[in-house]
């Protein structure tokens, strides 16, 4: 079993940066591949980034070249730094746990945390 807390969400103008975390529970946190989802109101979850068990990186076209996903297997941690970031961006952002390497489907991904708010005003 492992919980998933995420933090890090807020208020942002558009153009500014936010830096997501989120601290897993267990001693195999390494053992698991980790993804960041998104949900917008009225729209469905969607895939924004994943990592592998030892790196290996997957990324929304949305969201190329402006957010970075890394891991720190020491501290049971997965972060999301959103640079550059666009009113299209505000959604509620949830962490996600897979078995697999490394996943990009929502259903691929085990666990799940509740989500924190992002809000991009332009």
């Known amino acids: 079993q492992v919980q998933l807390v995420e933090s890090g969400g807020g208020l942002v103008q558009a153009g500014g940066s936010l830096r997501l975390s989120c601290a897993a529970s267990?001693?195999?946190?390494?053992?698991?591949?980790m993804g960041w989802f998104r949900q917008a109101p009225g729209k469905e979850r969607e895939f924004v980034a994943g990592?592998?068990?030892?790196?290996?990186?997957e990324y929304a076209d949305s969201v190329k070249g402006r957010f970075t996903i890394s891991r720190d297997n020491a501290k049971n941690t997965v972060y999301l730094q959103m640079n550059s970031l666009k009113p299209e961006d505000t959604a509620v952002y949830y962490c996600?746990?897979?078995?697999?390497?490394?996943?990009?489907?929502?259903?691929?991904?085990?666990?799940w945390g509740q989500g924190t708010q992002v809000t991009v005003s332009s």
């Open positions: 267990g001693r195999t946190f390494s053992s698991y591949g």
């Open positions: 990592i592998g068990w030892t790196g290996g990186e």
């Open positions: 996600a746990a897979t078995r697999l390497r490394l996943g990009i489907g929502e259903f691929e991904y085990d666990y």
